[in-house]
């Protein structure tokens, strides 16, 4: 199994940066493809953007392209997602997830693994 912890999240006005980091346990890390998904209150989980098993392959959300990356470092068993720009309707719980396969993909349904989220608040 492999265990995701999120860190990073927390209050930013609107404009501001935050920088998310998750760290997973595992000597296979670099071998999952990892993404981020984020669920506001009433809404249904969806996905924010993912990464290849190598980190060179990222693919983004339209309502965060441009504003978001996703990167990795496999050495440190570590994905981080550095949002910039945040609006209001970033608001939501964030968490990161690795499948099993080769490819990243936007189903939440397709992981499986999960971390416990992270809170990222913006206000106006």
């Known amino acids: 199994q492999v265990q995701l912890v999120e860190s990073g999240g927390g209050l930013v006005q609107a404009g501001g940066s935050l920088r998310l980091s998750c760290a997973a346990s595992?000597?296979?890390?670099?071998?999952?493809?990892m993404a981020w998904f984020r669920q506001a209150p009433g809404k249904e989980r969806e996905f924010v953007a993912g990464?290849?098993?190598?980190?060179?392959?990222?693919a983004y959300a339209d309502s965060v392209k441009g504003r978001f990356t996703i990167s990795r470092e496999n050495a440190k068993n570590t994905v981080y997602l550095q949002m910039n720009s945040l609006k209001p309707e970033d608001t939501a719980n964030y968490y990161c997830?690795?499948?099993?396969?080769?490819?990243?993909?936007?189903?939440?349904?397709?992981?499986?693994?999960w971390g416990q989220g992270t809170q990222v608040t913006v206000s106006s």
């Open positions: 997830a690795a499948r099993r396969g080769r490819y990243s993909v936007s189903d939440s349904n397709e992981y499986d693994y």
């Open positions: 595992g000597r296979t890390f670099g071998s999952y493809p």
């Open positions: 990464t290849s098993s190598s980190g060179g392959t990222t």
